[in-house]
């Protein structure tokens, strides 16, 4: 089984900076991409940023020049810095991994969720 823990949401001003962090821990071979999604009161859950293995990412057009997804391998930990934040940024922000191998397969996990405050 793999577990997704993240850390690091809360409350914060506009223009202010937070650091998310989502470790996987389990049997893990391989991680394909790791990323964050977010989901606002009433909406869909929508990709915030992704990164794989290799170091490509991908960013929602919103958050561009503002988040930076980055990512430890050999920890199967993916970090988003956040800068420059916004109110319309407040959301509950999730972990993903996609494509984990492991010795009994391949699978998609999501973490449990951590809030993220932008407000004065």
């Known amino acids: 089984q793999v577990q997704l823990v993240e850390s690091g949401g809360g409350l914060v001003q506009p223009g202010g900076s937070l650091r998310l962090s989502c470790a996987a821990s389990g049997r893990i071979l391989s991680i394909n991409v790791m990323g964050w999604y977010r989901q606002a009161p009433g909406k869909q859950r929508e990709l915030v940023a992704a990164i794989t293995s290799g170091g490509r990412t991908n960013y929602q057009d919103s958050v561009k020049g503002r988040f930076t997804i980055t990512r430890d391998n050999a920890k199967n930990t993916v970090y988003l810095q956040m800068n420059s934040l916004k109110p319309e940024d407040t959301a509950v922000y999730y972990c993903?991994?996609?494509?984990?191998?492991?010795?009994?397969?391949?699978?998609?996990?999501w973490g449990q969720g951590t809030q993220v405050t932008v407000s004065s």
């Open positions: 993903n991994a996609d494509r984990v191998l492991t010795t009994t397969g391949i699978s998609t996990y």
